[in-house]
Structure formats: structure tokens, C-alpha cells
């Protein structure tokens, strides 16, 4: 089993920056992709930022240039770097992944509690 933790949130300006950080545990070394998510008051999650096991990432076309995911193996931990923040970019965000069970198959972790972004204009 996988488990994620979700930290970094906080209150910022208007075209300030924070670095969220998703701390995994437990059997790292299944873990085919993880995503950042996002969700507003009002709104549905959205998927904002994905990594692969191999590296390759995506951002959705409104964070574009303006976050960026990483990783770090040896911490296992996924960052999701966040600058030229907007008011529209203030949520709840979350980290998910997606890890092969025991059984073989692919499943998702829990969501967790998430950490709040608030951007301030």
C-alpha cells in the first residue's frame, strides 16, 4: 500500500510562489504515476500536474509555465513548484497516485486531507 501526505500550502500574494510537497510511504516502488489536483469552493478536483515513474510530467494549459512538478526519489517526495500565483489559483490542492496493489492490479491511494492555497489579490 501507498500513503501520501500533502504539505507546503499557505497564504500568498498575488504573483508570489509556494512549493507544495507530497511525501509518500509505504510501497514507493509501485507507484507508476502521481498527480497534483486542485478543487475551488464550488468546483469539482481538477487535475493540475502529473509525474510517471520515468519522469515524464504534464501541467494543465492554465498553469503552464507557471508550475512545475518534480520529484525527488531519494526523499520520495513529488514537489509541485507554484509561481506567478493568481486569486484563481487558490484551492484545496491534492496529491494522488496510481501503484500496483498486491494483486497486480492498479489502483489509486486515498485522498488525503489536502493542503490550502490561498492567493490573495
Known amino acids: 500500500q501507498v500513503q501520501l501526505v500533502e504539505s507546503g500550502g499557505g497564504l500568498v500574494q498575488a504573483g508570489g510562489s509556494l512549493r507544495l510537497s507530497c511525501a509518500a510511504s509505504?510501497?514507493?516502488?509501485?507507484?507508476?504515476?502521481i498527480g497534483w489536483y486542485r478543487q475551488a469552493p464550488g468546483k469539482q478536483r481538477e487535475l493540475v500536474a502529473l509525474?510517471?515513474?520515468?519522469?515524464?510530467?504534464n501541467v494543465i494549459d492554465s498553469v503552464k509555465g507557471r508550475f512545475t512538478i518534480s520529484r525527488d526519489n531519494a526523499k520520495n517526495t513529488v514537489y509541485l513548484q507554484m509561481n506567478s500565483l493568481k486569486p484563481e489559483d487558490t484551492a484545496v490542492y491534492y496529491c494522488n497516485a496510481e501503484y500496483e496493489a498486491y494483486t497486480g492490479t492498479y489502483v489509486y491511494t486515498d485522498w488525503g486531507q489536502g493542503t490550502q492555497v490561498t492567493v490573495s489579490s
Open positions: 509505504g510501497s514507493t516502488f509501485s507507484v507508476k504515476i
Open positions: 509525474i510517471s515513474s520515468g519522469g515524464t510530467t
